[in-house]
């Protein structure tokens, strides 16, 4: 104070203004402690922060909602009528408005008055207010100079506005059209016609898309694509837009660019295919090309003569999209390494053809004998006398490379012009048997043989040559026409030829496997050649074989090649194994087999002629020749053919037997009659006689038939078909004590036979004594304890008796399903069956038969796992299998059903049943070719 100059903080030992709040300038409260109850003072009012807040510059909070508009209001009072009182309240709060924009604009110069509250001075109090009063008058003057010069469209029609206030109706009605001004022609009013439904529904639904799928959508694999929001995406729109955008960058790529005066032209379909071929790499792939190219990089300057590495960096370049810096670098690896074809290449490739072109004659003074590089210069010719000339050219620098000669000879035009070439090909390479081979097939046959005379003297190790040899001589055997002893004595020629060079080649130590040669042989047949094929067979077949191994190694060569489909092949193995072995049935019989399967009837007739004769003793053979024979139409071949089996075969029963056949067959039953009575003379066995009893029933000879058994079963009493007979024929004629003797008499005498049993029952049965039926059936169970046929024939019983329950349980019995699957006590049924009663758990407990009966016992429902079960503890007996795809069948599973009963089928190939059901199954599902091939 003594200097005169006003102390800065003299404030501080000033007195606080009223209702000061220490704390309250930054945010703070006061608060209550326990030492200020009693007299503790009030915090500040609702005045006094709103003036602090307003000191600080801070605007009071305001509630939107408390000024609304009264032509709009809503809640409590809404709806009420505007009176004098609001307009007054109106009034007073516009006046409270100014005075509110008053104090904003005091606070425009917050700086100021900051400043002058620190220092407290009048001055500078004054000297703010003048400067804000004077910035508040500029503002204002500037804002209506400026609404002077650019006045509002609202300001400017503002006095039109007012001025439509004394508009007339009159007036306004009067008033033109635009359109009616414009001085375009107008165009005619056309006639107009009803447009029809069907164009507006179209119409209609143009925009539209579809949200379901109708059922012919559904059946066909139909779709729907759900957002995520829940809303169905507008595919269509989505494909135009698509096009939009396309169609937006093509415009701006082939416009004209304004920032550098040049203009672009693009080719659309150019650009859709360098939008093709831009490959976006993400982050990661681009750190890994940098560090690659870092590697790659060390590598070829730690290593610069190392060829891999530049054309690895090159194509790393390459995969970046460098293709300058690709080029580059191999251009680099070509300089450092200038000896490998390699880098060369790649260089070559990188480059476009003509740059390909000079890169590859750059190479030439290098790597010159590279057979590579002559080929990838041929390949960049397009024009053939320009690849015949590189190629030519090529031969100069490598003339020992076969395949630059094969080359050049497939591009000559005519044969002379390749013959040539190949003559100096031999010439420079005597060695190369592709290249004698093809020389003699351009040949002429009698210049060939020469050819392969020269090829065979210069290469005598090469067993092509010789097959070479073979073949040509057996087109020309084939090549005109010949009597059958000449076309003959010249396929001998093969065979000694390829004879002889197996012994040649032996001589010179090549020694070829048998598997060699059989693929050698198989490849002649595939090829056109199959005398060549067989002569291989003669000459290499017994190689490395022993002696006591040969016949099985030869039918398995035989099978193997059959299964390949070298028929001609197998035809051969077979064909010299029945040289060697000739009186092997078997043989015989696989190689008739053979020519059934792939052969015509006239060698399946020779194949069996000449069984016949090697082996006279071998009834099968006969049989099937007189069979083919038969099957063919000639019955008097056949008829022949029996009788000269018989003179081979006096005492055959299956000769005489099929001679009685072929005659009742073919309508001579007095003939059939006679050749029985013959047999039963000459042969006399127990089968001729049942087939005469057979035979005379059949004729209806009942009484003959009676006394051929009676007869018969005097020198046979153990043959239990002919108690059979005799009680079928006492049975169809309703005598039934007759048959009952007849079957008691053939079940004392073959007790073990099951079929005589049920034979008994069934008549028993069939008399109205179903009681006596069952007790049949039990003695033949404990005659035959383990038969499943006898336990599924007492089931029958009970069924055709109408007891199903009981039915059941005999069925239970038999595969122990109740103790299984229905608890029934073993003890109880222990005392049901009596102490010397076996269970069917003893008897059978893996009978296919008896499960397959417990399946279908079972209710519809039960049936697919009882069949599961039956699977398991049958041992996946074919009957079982057969009751599984009649299952699938029944559920209509057509393509399941077929598999189980081809499965069933292969389990066991002797069941008429399984064939029976599967014959039905494809007459009602399969085709004709299916009904035929299982038929």
């Known amino acids: 104070m003594a200097s005169g100059k006003p102390n800065k903080l003299a404030f501080l030992s000033m007195p606080a203004p009223a209702s000061y709040v220490a704390g309250l300038g930054r945010g703070a409260s006061g608060f209550t402690t326990r030492s200020d109850i009693g007299p503790a003072r009030e915090g500040p009012s609702a005045e006094t922060i709103a003036e602090a807040q307003a000191r600080r510059g801070e605007e009071p909070d305001v509630d939107p909602e408390q000024f609304q508009d009264p032509d709009n209001e809503y809640g409590l009072f809404a709806g009420t009528t505007y009176e004098a009182d609001d307009e007054e309240a109106d009034k007073i709060y516009e006046l409270v408005d100014k005075n509110m924009d008053a104090r904003r604009r005091a606070r425009r110069c917050v700086p100021l008055v900051s400043f002058l509250v620190c220092n407290r001075s009048t001055v500078l109090h004054l000297s703010l207010l003048r400067v804000c009063v004077?910035?508040?008058?500029r503002e204002d003057e500037e804002l209506a100079k400026h609404r002077a010069e650019r006045p509002k469209i609202q300001q400017q029609f503002a006095d039109l506005k007012r001025g439509l206030s004394s508009v007339t109706d009159e007036e306004w009605e009067n008033i033109p059209e635009v359109g009616n001004l414009t001085r375009k022609k107008r165009k005619r009013d056309e006639r107009s016609f009803v447009v029809p439904d069907s164009v507006i529904i179209g119409d209609r639904t143009q925009g539209e898309y579809e949200n379901a799928l109708d059922a012919q959508q559904q059946t066909n694999g139909g779709f729907e694509t759900p957002a995520e929001n829940g809303m169905l995406t507008n595919l269509v729109e989505m494909g135009q837009a698509r096009d939009k955008i396309l169609s937006l960058k093509l415009d701006q790529v082939s416009g004209t660019s304004t920032s550098s005066g040049l203009a672009t032209s693009v080719d659309p379909k150019g650009y859709l295919t360098s939008l093709d071929s831009v490959v976006l790499k993400t982050d990661a792939e681009i750190g890994d090309i940098k560090r690659a190219r870092m590697l790659f990089d060390s590598l070829v300057k730690s290593n610069p003569k190392h060829a891999p590495g530049w054309i690895a960096a090159a194509r790393l370049e390459e995969h970046a999209g460098r293709m300058v810096a690709a080029r580059k670098l191999i251009k680099a690896g070509c300089d450092q390494c200038p000896k490998s074809d390699d880098v060369w290449l790649e260089a070559a490739r990188l480059h476009n053809n003509d740059d390909a072109k000079v890169i590859l004659a750059n190479a030439v003074p290098h790597v010159g004998q590279s057979v590579r590089i002559w080929l990838a210069a041929a390949d960049l010719e397009h024009d053939v006398k320009a690849k015949r000339r590189v190629l030519r050219k090529s031969l100069e620098h490598i003339p020992n490379s076969v395949r630059l000669w094969k080359e050049t000879v497939n591009l000559e035009a005519s044969a002379a012009d390749a013959r040539t070439l190949l003559s100096r090909a031999v010439e420079v390479i005597p060695l190369s048997v592709e290249l004698w081979l093809a020389l003699a097939r351009l040949e002429t046959p009698d210049k060939a043989k020469a050819v392969l005379n020269?090829?065979?003297?210069?290469?005598?190790?090469?067993?092509?040559?010789?097959?070479?040899?073979?073949?040509?001589?057996?087109?020309?055997?084939?090549?005109?026409?010949?009597?059958?002893?000449?076309?003959?004595?010249?396929?001998?020629?093969?065979?000694?030829?390829?004879?002889?060079?197996?012994?040649?080649?032996?001589?010179?130590?090549?020694?070829?496997?048998?598997?060699?040669?059989?693929?050698?042989?198989?490849?002649?047949?595939?090829?056109?050649?199959?005398?060549?094929?067989?002569?291989?067979?003669?000459?290499?077949?017994?190689?490395?074989?022993?002696?006591?191994?040969?016949?099985?190694?030869?039918?398995?060569?035989?099978?193997?090649?059959?299964?390949?489909?070298?028929?001609?092949?197998?035809?051969?193995?077979?064909?010299?194994?029945?040289?060697?072995?000739?009186?092997?049935?078997?043989?015989?019989?696989?190689?008739?087999?053979?020519?059934?399967?792939?052969?015509?009837?006239?060698?399946?007739?020779?194949?069996?002629?000449?069984a016949v004769y090697h082996c006279p003793q071998a009834e099968v053979l006969w049989l099937m020749w007189a069979k083919e024979k038969w099957i063919a139409g000639d019955v008097p071949a056949a008829r022949e053919v029996l009788e000269k089996a018989f003179v081979a075969n006096p005492e055959s029963e299956q000769i005489w037997l099929a001679a009685v056949k072929l005659e009742a067959e073919n309508g001579e039953l007095g003939v059939a009659r006679e050749l029985l009575v013959r047999a039963r003379t000459v042969a006399d066995t127990q089968r001729?006689?049942?087939?005469?009893?057979?035979?005379?029933?059949?004729?209806?000879?009942?009484?003959?038939?009676?006394?051929?058994?009676?007869?018969?079963?005097?020198?046979?009493?153990?043959?239990?078909?002919?108690?059979?007979?005799?009680?079928?024929?006492?049975?169809?004629?309703?005598?039934?004590?007759?048959?009952?003797?007849?079957?008691?008499?053939?079940?004392?005498?073959?007790?073990?036979?099951?079929?005589?049993?049920?034979?008994?029952?069934?008549?028993?049965?069939?008399?109205?004594?179903?009681?006596?039926?069952?007790?049949?059936?039990?003695?033949?169970?404990?005659?035959?304890?383990?038969?499943?046929?006898?336990?599924?024939?007492?089931?029958?019983?009970?069924?055709?008796?109408?007891?199903?329950?009981?039915?059941?349980?005999?069925?239970?019995?038999?595969?122990?399903?109740?103790?299984?699957?229905?608890?029934?006590?073993?003890?109880?049924?222990?005392?049901?069956?009596?102490?010397?009663?076996?269970?069917?758990?003893?008897?059978?407990?893996?009978?296919?038969?008896?499960?397959?009966?417990?399946?279908?016992?079972?209710?519809?429902?039960?049936?697919?796992?009882?069949?599961?079960?039956?699977?398991?503890?049958?041992?996946?007996?074919?009957?079982?299998?057969?009751?599984?795809?009649?299952?699938?069948?029944?559920?209509?599973?057509?393509?399941?059903a077929r598999q189980w009963f081809e499965r069933a089928v292969t389990g066991n190939a002797d069941l008429g049943d399984i064939w029976a059901w599967w014959l039905k199954f494809e007459r009602q599902h399969g085709t004709p070719v299916s009904v035929i091939r299982v038929a």
């Not at 004077?134 to 008058?137: D, G, H, T, V």
């Not at 099978?559 to 029945?578: F, H, M, Q, S």
């Open 454 to 610: 020269k090829a065979r003297k210069a290469i005598p190790t090469s067993h092509e040559i010789w097959i070479a040899a073979g073949r040509l001589l057996e087109q020309q055997a084939y090549a005109t026409e010949k009597p059958d002893e000449q076309r003959n004595k010249e396929l001998e020629v093969v065979d000694k030829t390829i004879e002889a060079g197996v012994g040649q080649l032996k001589k010179h130590q090549v020694l070829l496997t048998r598997e060699q040669w059989l693929k050698e042989a198989e490849r002649c047949e595939s090829e056109g050649s199959p005398r060549t094929c067989e002569a291989i067979i003669k000459a290499t077949i017994a190689m490395e074989v022993e002696e006591e191994d040969r016949l099985e190694t030869w039918l398995s060569d035989a099978e193997t090649a059959e299964a390949k489909g070298n028929v001609g092949t197998a035809r051969a193995i077979l064909a010299y194994a029945l040289r060697v072995f000739p009186d092997r049935r078997t043989l015989w019989r696989r190689a008739a087999d053979l020519e059934r399967t792939h052969g015509t009837r006239d060698s399946l007739s020779s194949i069996l002629e000449r």
């Open 134 to 137: 004077s910035r508040e008058a």
């Open 688 to 896: 001729i006689w049942m087939k005469s009893a057979v035979f005379e029933r059949q004729q209806g000879q009942i009484s003959t038939a009676l006394e051929t058994l009676s007869t018969a079963l005097k020198k046979y009493p153990k043959f239990a078909k002919l108690y059979m007979i005799q009680g079928q024929i006492h049975q169809s004629q309703k005598n039934y004590p007759a048959a009952r003797a007849a079957f008691a008499a053939g079940i004392k005498a073959c007790p073990k036979d099951v079929t005589l049993w049920i034979l008994a029952s069934r008549l028993e049965e069939a008399d109205g004594k179903s009681i006596k039926a069952r007790a049949l059936l039990d003695k033949a169970r404990l005659a035959n304890p383990a038969s499943d046929a006898l336990w599924a024939e007492a089931v029958g019983v009970e069924e055709r008796s109408g007891g199903a329950a009981q039915a059941k349980t005999v069925l239970a019995r038999g595969t122990n399903s109740y103790r299984s699957n229905h608890d029934f006590p073993i003890w109880l049924m222990d005392d049901c069956l009596g102490s010397g009663t076996t269970t069917g758990l003893q008897d059978c407990p893996t009978s296919g038969l008896l499960w397959s009966m417990a399946v279908w016992a079972e209710p519809r429902p039960g049936r697919k796992s009882r069949s599961t079960d039956a699977l398991k503890k049958s041992n996946n007996d074919p009957l079982v299998i057969c009751t599984v795809a009649r299952l699938f069948w029944a559920e209509r599973k057509i393509e399941k």
